[in-house]
């Protein structure tokens, strides 16, 4: 399954996520380098857009601020998306981290996320996540049956169970919802004699 993979801010691209992706057999990981404090919100987007008409994946993961851009191009292009301690309110969370650059475009972004479908949403949080303290927010705004919140974990995605949370979570992308939506789209009389 090719995969989009969307570092957080002052992370890498070889990050925890990357290393559960592959832990769990994905080999088609495209993992770009970002620049946040270089890069405007609209420049970031844009050439996550190109990738995605390029590379073509079938599945977003982003992890903290990766999972915020994760989130609003999930929305856009209704493709399925894991998420990682998403930093969903960028505006509040990056003042704190040092982050120097204009705030003021992540809202509108943020007001994307509406557009959410919560069936293409996997979520795993840390209950003691030290960064990002609105994971309360998140699970209000994300929470189905594949939301995880995990006892002790933290920021780090290396103190979350991700290479079991991705075996399932790509088991349900893979098998689970293909199913489900051919169910939906097959008519109820398909099979009724007249």
């Keep these: 399954m090719p995969t989009l993979n969307i570092h957080g801010y002052n992370g890498t691209p070889q990050n925890a996520a990357c290393a559960a992706l592959k832990a769990n057999g994905c080999d088609a990981i495209i993992a770009p380098a970002i620049d946040y404090d270089a890069e405007t919100p609209a420049?970031?987007?844009?050439?996550?857009?190109?990738?995605?008409?390029?590379?073509?994946?079938?599945?977003?993961?982003?992890?903290?601020?990766?999972?915020?851009?994760?989130?609003?191009?999930s929305a856009e292009t209704h493709l399925p998306v894991i998420l990682v301690n998403p930093c969903l309110l960028p505006f509040?969370?990056?003042?704190?981290?040092?982050?120097?650059?204009?705030?003021?475009?992540?809202?509108?972004?943020?007001?994307?996320?509406?557009?959410?479908?919560?069936?293409?949403?996997?979520?795993?949080?840390?209950?003691?996540?030290?960064?990002?303290?609105?994971?309360?927010?998140?699970?209000?705004?994300?929470?189905?049956?594949?939301?995880?919140r995990i006892p002790g974990g933290k920021h780090?995605?290396?103190?979350?169970?991700?290479?079991?949370?991705?075996?399932?979570?790509?088991?349900?992308?893979?098998?689970?919802l293909p199913r489900k939506e051919l169910a939906e789209s097959v008519p109820f009389n398909l099979f009724d004699e007249d």
């Design 43 to 73: 420049a970031i987007l844009e050439r996550l857009r190109a990738i995605i008409r390029e590379g073509q994946p079938d599945l977003l993961v982003g992890t903290s601020l990766g999972g915020f851009f994760a989130a609003v191009l």
């Design 156 to 176: 780090s995605g290396a103190t979350l169970p991700l290479p079991d949370y991705f075996r399932d979570m790509l088991h349900y992308y893979n098998e689970i």
């Design 92 to 148: 509040l969370h990056l003042p704190r981290l040092g982050f120097q650059g204009d705030i003021r475009p992540f809202i509108p972004l943020f007001g994307s996320l509406s557009g959410l479908d919560r069936d293409n949403v996997s979520c795993i949080v840390g209950d003691a996540d030290e960064i990002i303290d609105t994971h309360d927010f998140t699970e209000h705004l994300l929470y189905n049956a594949r939301f995880r």
